[in-house]
Nanobody, 125 residues
């Protein structure tokens, strides 16, 4: 019943920006976490950023710190990933995911139960 739908992926030039959206529905647990992850061709999927629903604690992969920002809009039930100063290494399909519960460590370091279908980001000249 949980559904996550990503949007906002596009073709952009290096140095450009995009904002990805993840619309979340069907989840009523008290505690949950939203993850943005990405997978480029020939590479393993990696967690990019994550956020907890209650206290807005966030975390970022080292490769995107200072460039990406995760945020949420409670009224719209949507989580965003603002991506600035994009480079070719950011080219990937970006997914959002959800897991319930309180985490003792970084929300980047856990498996997630529910996944969206992804949105493609291509950074190229």
């Amino acid at each position: 019943q949980v559904q996550l739908v990503e949007s906002g992926g596009d073709l952009v030039q290096p140095g450009g920006s995009l904002r990805l959206s993840c619309a979340v529905s069907g989840f009523t647990a008290e505690y949950y976490n939203i993850l943005w992850a990405r997978q480029a061709p020939g590479k393993e999927r990696e967690g990019v950023s994550c956020i907890h629903n209650n206290d807005i604690v966030t975390d970022y992969a080292d490769s995107v710190k200072g460039r990406f920002t995760i945020s949420r809009d409670i009224a719209k039930n949507t989580v965003y990933l603002q991506m600035n100063n994009l480079n070719e290494n950011d080219t990937a399909v970006y997914y959002c995911a959800m897991r319930g519960g309180l985490l003792s460590g970084s929300c980047l370091h856990y498996e997630y139960r529910y996944w969206g279908l992804g949105t493609r980001v291509t950074v190229s000249s």
